[in-house]
Antibody, heavy 113, light 113 residues
Framework: QVQLVESGGGVVQPGGSLRLSCVASGFTFSTYGMHWVRQTLGKGLEWVAFIRNDGSNEYYADSVKGRFTISRDNSKNTLYLQMNSLRTEDTAVYYC??????WGLGTMVTVSS | DVVMTQSPLSLPVTLGQPASISCRSSQSLVYSDGNTYLNWFQQRPGQSPRRLIYKVSNRESGVPDRFSGSGSGTDFTLKISGVEAEDVGVYYCMQGSHWPPWTFGQGTKVEIK
């Protein structure tokens, strides 16, 4: 079955950087576009970024444009999210999701001084 | 961006009784291919979201038939024909017709009275 396992979350100071990873299994990774979606504690869901199956196009929420970069390595079945210039409002659980919105378990990112 | 508005935001239900959640979009979700990309997700406490319904009314494999989706254009409904204890959680609608961004409703918390 579809498995998506995120890692790389942690505590970082404002202005800092983190790189999230998501390892996929149970399906042909290279045939699916992939998303990152975040959820602030006790609040709702916010779509963050999407990348096409072949990496040819990337799309971002306005709130992260210019600071976050989505990428993928189809040879490693892995999705990435490079997060720079982090702000306190980026604190959330970050989920990777397959294009049809099968979700991973999530990884927590806390931005705090 | 398409704004998704759910109601109610909190829904106390007696076990075995029906429940209904409304989701309205700020513009029609009919895509150029004729499909309407409206999804419903369930998030149980402590778990990742799980897609229940896609394209308005199609149940994911393994989703009990007490869950049904309906609607068209800008008005959509998720119904649970008889709420069970395992249905407690937060339900989100999400549109994928006008992207980016993909946008979610605020969530409706279903709890047992």
């Amino acid at each position: 079955q579809v498995q998506l396992v995120e890692s790389g979350g942690g505590v970082v100071q404002p202005g800092g950087s983190l790189r999230l990873s998501c390892v996929a299994s149970g399906f042909t990774f290279s045939t699916y576009g992939m998303h990152w979606v975040r959820q602030t504690l006790g609040k709702g869901l916010e779509w963050v970024a999407f990348i096409r199956n072949d990496g040819s196009n990337e799309y971002y929420a306005d709130s992260v444009k210019g600071r976050f970069t989505i990428s993928r390595d189809n040879s490693k079945n892995t999705l990435y999210l490079q997060m720079n210039s982090l702000r306190t409002e980026d604190t959330a659980v970050y989920y990777c999701a397959r294009g049809d919105f099968s979700w991973g378990l999530g990884t927590m990112v806390t931005v705090s001084s | 961006d398409v704004v998704m508005t759910q109601s109610p935001l909190s829904l106390p239900v007696t076990l075995g009784q029906p429940a209904s959640i409304s989701c309205r979009s700020s513009q029609s979700l009919v895509y150029s291919d004729g499909n309407t990309y409206l999804n419903w997700f369930q998030q149980r406490p402590g778990q990742s979201p799980r897609r229940l319904i896609y394209k308005v009314s199609n149940r994911e494999s393994g989703v009990p038939d007490r869950f049904s989706g309906s609607g068209s254009g800008t008005d959509f409904t998720l119904k649970i024909s008889g709420v069970e204890a395992e249905d407690v959680g937060v339900y989100y609608c999400m549109q994928g017709s006008h992207w980016p961004p993909w946008t979610f409703g605020q969530g409706t918390k279903v709890e047992i009275k």
